[in-house]
T-cell receptor, first 111, second 115 residues
Framework: QKEVEQNSGPLSVPEGAIASLNCTYS??????FFWYRQYSGKSPELIMF????GDKEDGRFTAQLNKASQYVSLLIRDSQPSDSATYLC???????????FGGGTRLMVKP | DTAVSQTPKYLVTQMGNDKSIKCEQN?????MYWYKQDSKKFLKIMFS???????INETVPNRFSPKSPDKAHLNLHINSLELGDSAVYFC??????????????FGPGTRLTVT
């Protein structure tokens, strides 16, 4: 079992729809959970992070965390073509802020 | 102002050569990292330094040697390059402290191609 699992996609949604990206992790010691967006040929950039069970909203983005189920998700409302990218889930644990990245989900938003 | 910079951006070299990649951050962070992203886009931590001290050293061949002359710089030297070392190498930095973590800022990446 991989430490962090994401559906590789591509996940295709029409413009204006809600995109739902899911991630499961195996390390119960994970404390914080980061979502990064990576455009092709670019470096990862932080979308948001969450560390408490429940929902956290930031603009069009909502992160959801369920530590009992070892599950974290990212919802993107009113999806735009500019949201088309690979989304990386990364639980954090231990000293040094170590992130373990999933393989990413490629999102395609069609106009 | 570039927060995390890497040089070179592209590196093409032959098997068996030795090469270095440099990284600098001007964010005042105390922790820096090296990641490798392979052709399947899987991003994996290699090393981390906190205030010039090695704190994370994942299962990386001994041919890879990080060096941190000060907390704003973290260089990666690779000896005897192999075809499998071809990848994009990202440097990142963050401020570490407390129970919960802070964002890691990534550099633009160095695309290494070994022929």
């Amino acid at each position: 079992q991989k430490e962090v699992e994401q559906n590789s996609g591509p996940l295709s949604v029409p413009e204006g729809a809600i995109a739902s990206l899911n991630c499961t992790y195996s390390d119960r010691g994970s404390q914080s959970f980061f979502w990064y967006r990576q455009y092709s040929g670019k470096s990862p950039e932080l979308i948001m992070f969450i560390y408490s069970n429940g929902d956290k909203e930031d603009g069009r983005f909502t992160a959801q965390l369920n530590k009992a189920s070892q599950y974290v998700s990212l919802l993107i409302r009113d999806s735009q073509p500019s949201d088309s990218a690979t989304y990386l889930c990364a639980p954090q644990r231990g000293a040094g802020n170590m992130l373990t990245f999933g393989g990413g989900t490629r999102l395609m938003v069609k106009p | 102002d570039t927060a995390v910079s890497q040089t070179p951006k592209y590196l093409v070299t032959q098997m068996g050569n030795d090469k270095s990649i440099k990284c600098e951050q001007n964010l005042g962070h105390d922790t820096m990292y090296w990641y490798k992203q392979d052709s399947k886009k899987f991003l994996k931590i290699m090393f981390s330094y906190n205030n010039k001290e090695l704190i994370i050293n994942e299962t990386v061949p001994n041919r890879f040697s990080p060096k941190s002359p000060d907390k704003a710089h973290l260089n990666l030297h690779i000896n005897s390059l192999e075809l499998g070392d071809s990848a994009v190498y990202f440097c990142a930095s963050s401020q570490v402290g407390g129970v919960y973590s802070y964002e890691q800022y990534f550099g633009p990446g160095t695309r290494l191609t070994v022929t």
